[in-house]
Nanobody, 127 residues
Framework: EVQLVESGGGVVQPGESLRLSCTASGFTFGAFAMYWIRQAPGKEFEWVAQ?????????YDDPSTKDRATVSRVNANKTLYLQLDRMTPEDTAVYYC???????????????????RGQGTQVTVSS
């Protein structure tokens, strides 16, 4: 059974940085691309970051975060990371990690390229 457990969320002040983690189990972590997506209340999913199976190729698809986000992975530890810098209240959302269907990143990320996602971790940016 695939399990993805996000951690590291919480309340941060504007301008601060946050590092999220996602621990995976139940599948060969190093064989699949991984994603970070987020959803704010009343809004659709936003694709924050993708990383290929080997960790050498990354994509940042959301214009509002692409210059502030850094995605990484440690396959030996089955862990995915997301660091988001210079956070603003607009970053408030539930952040999910998700397992890709394939090993590579996608030019146009879509939900059909995801097979599983975690329960999410709430991030609130507020002064």
């Amino acid at each position: 059974e695939v399990q993805l457990v996000e951690s590291g969320g919480g309340v941060v002040q504007p301008g601060e940085s946050l590092r999220l983690s996602c621990t995976a189990s139940g599948f060969t972590f190093g064989a699949f691309a991984m994603y970070w997506i987020r959803q704010a209340p009343g809004k659709e999913f936003e694709w924050v970051a993708q990383i290929d199976a080997g960790g050498g190729i990354v994509r940042y698809d959301d214009p509002s975060t692409k210059d502030r986000a850094t995605v990484s992975r440690v396959n030996a530890n089955k862990t995915l990371y997301l660091q988001l810098d210079r956070m603003t209240p607009e970053d408030t959302a539930v952040y999910y990690c998700a397992k890709g269907r394939y090993s590579g990143v996608q030019h146009i990320p879509q939900l059909r390229f995801i097979t599983d996602r975690g329960q999410g971790t709430q991030v609130t940016v507020s002064s």
